[in-house]
T-cell receptor, first 112, second 110 residues
Framework: DGGITQSPKYLFRKEGQNVTLSCEQN?????MYWYRQDPGQGLRLIYYSQIVNDFQKGDIAEGYSVSREKKESFPLTVTSAQKNPTAFYLC???????????FGSGTRLTVV | DAKTTQPNSMESNEEEPVHLPCNHSTISGTDYIHWYRQLPSQGPEYVIHGLTSNVNNRMASLAIAEDRKSSTLILHRATLRDAAVYYC???????????FGTGTSLTVIP
């Protein structure tokens, strides 16, 4: 079955450490997105990529970095510069046509 | 501004129909309206999308106003598993991105 996989499901990080969240899709979608969700809030866009080797900042990119070396993969690095990284992180992909996004199941990051 | 307007929360009794409203007064003539729902601690899942005419699938029905400035997601018989946050979305002007607001939190009462 085609889908989008995020790993790990839960992640704990010490303050001052960088951590990378994985997002892989086998849907042959061109566009991929990273969102952050805080409790009781909507989704806020961190970064997005519409094609391999190209990506753009979203609304809250500070303290995050991404790469898009392969169509299937769009990893997100939460750097030590992100002052409040504890959140639920969601990756999504989008193909051609009007159907919209397919989301992963999310990674819950906790800073300890 | 491509943000939609939805009530923060709604309640429904189990096995009764639910009508979830959404206003999208800035939608363009070619933009689809999308609905997603998010269960606790999960990623949003696709529910339905439509352009002008009403749409039905196994999960729900979508009724779109004639002027396309509003729509209603209809769950014909709410179950406890339908308790979720429902998002009504129109694409942003740049990059075909979707803006997810806070949606409508649906509580289903047994």
């Amino acid at each position: 079955d085609g889908g989008i996989t995020q790993s790990p499901k839960y992640l704990f990080r010490k303050e001052g450490q960088n951590v990378t969240l994985s997002c892989e899709q086998n849907l042959n979608h061109d566009a991929m997105y990273w969102y952050r969700q805080d409790p009781g809030q909507g989704l806020r866009l961190i970064y997005y990529s519409q094609i391999v080797n190209d990506f753009q900042k979203g609304d809250i990119a500070e303290g995050y970095s991404v790469s898009r070396e392969k169509k299937e993969s769009f990893p997100l690095t939460v750097t030590s510069a992100q002052k409040n990284p504890t959140a639920f992180y969601l990756c999504a992909s989008q193909g051609q046509g009007p159907r919209g996004y397919t989301f992963g199941s999310g990674t819950r990051l906790t800073v300890v | 501004d491509a943000k939609t307007t939805q009530p923060n929360s709604m309640e429904s009794n189990e096995e009764e129909p639910v009508h979830l409203p959404c206003n999208h007064s800035t939608i363009s003539g070619t933009d689809y309206i999308h609905w997603y729902r998010q269960l606790p601690s999960q990623g949003p899942e696709y529910v339905i999308h439509g352009l002008t005419s009403n749409v039905n699938n196994r999960m729900a029905s979508l009724a779109i106003a004639e002027d396309r400035k509003s729509s209603t997601l209809i769950l014909h018989r709410a179950t406890l598993r339908d308790a979720a946050v429902y998002y009504c979305i129109q694409p942003l002007l740049t990059g075909n991105q979707f803006y997810f607001g806070t949606g409508t939190s649906l509580t289903v009462i047994p």
